[in-house]
Antibody, heavy 118, light 107 residues
Framework: QVQLVESGGGLVNPGGSLRLSCVGS????????MSWIRQTPGKRPEWVSY????????VYGDSVRGRFTVSRDNARNSLYLQMNGLRVEDSAVYYC???????????WGQGILVTVSS | EDVLTQSPGTLSLSPGERATLSCRAS???????FSWYQQKPGQAPRLLIY???NRADGIPDRFSGGVSGTDFTLTISRLEPEDFAVYYC?????????FGRGTTVDI
């Protein structure tokens, strides 16, 4: 079945770095736009980044632009999020999701927890 | 100012009743790029409606989406026990996705 699985989360000090990975299965990964979204308990989801299937279109949310970098390796069915200069307010559950602005985000991973704290 | 304003914040209903959720955009929104999601505790959001009125794969036909100008609605015709959850609207404005604050549908 169609599935996304995130990994790489954990506890990191403020100012530190972390790299999240998302592996897709059950579908042609290279044919889909992908996003990262994060969410803190009781709050609405916050979109982080959006990437085209061929990596030629990438956009970031205002709160992470310049600190986070999204990339993908279609041969490995993988999406990545390199997070540098982490702040306490970056603490959240991070989801990867498949889909475009037209199709909606139709498949989500189970989420991975990132905690930024000293 | 929120780009998407959802109302009400909480909707208290019983199984079998009809639920009408609202999402008002502060600016013009391409209806093709508007979606609704359902989220239950401990789970990722689930796509219900895309393109303002198209049901996603596997979504029961008791869920429907509509739009009038910048006012979007999600209607659940007859609430089932599994429908009690938080619902978010979302839009793409050409450079970012934004989500509304959500409507909780509870018993």
């Amino acid at each position: 079945q169609v599935q996304l699985v995130e990994s790489g989360g954990g506890l990191v000090n403020p100012g530190g770095s972390l790299r999240l990975s998302c592996v897709g299965s059950g579908f042609t990964f290279g044919g889909h736009y992908m996003s990262w979204i994060r969410q803190t308990p009781g709050k609405r989801p916050e979109w982080v980044s959006y990437m085209s299937s061929s990596s030629d279109y990438i956009v970031y949310g205002d709160s992470v632009r310049g600190r986070f970098t999204v990339s993908r390796d279609n041969a490995r069915n993988s999406l990545y999020l390199q997070m540098n200069g982490l702040r306490v307010e970056d603490s959240a559950v991070y989801y990867c999701a498949r889909g475009s602005s037209f199709s909606g985000l139709d498949t989500w991973g189970q989420g991975i927890l990132v905690t930024v704290s000293s | 100012e929120d780009v998407l304003t959802q109302s009400p914040g909480t909707l208290s209903l019983s199984p079998g009743e009809r639920a009408t959720l609202s999402c008002r955009a502060s600016q013009s929104v391409e209806r093709r790029k508007f979606s609704w999601y359902q989220q239950k505790p401990g789970q990722a959001p689930r796509l219900l409606i895309y393109g303002a009125s198209n049901r996603a794969d596997g979504i029961p036909d008791r869920f429907s989406g509509g739009v009038s100008g910048t006012d979007f609605t999600l209607t659940i015709s007859r609430l089932e026990p599994e429908d009690f959850a938080v619902y978010y609207c979302q839009q793409w404005d050409g450079s970012r996705f934004t989500f509304g604050r959500g409507t909780t549908v509870d018993i």
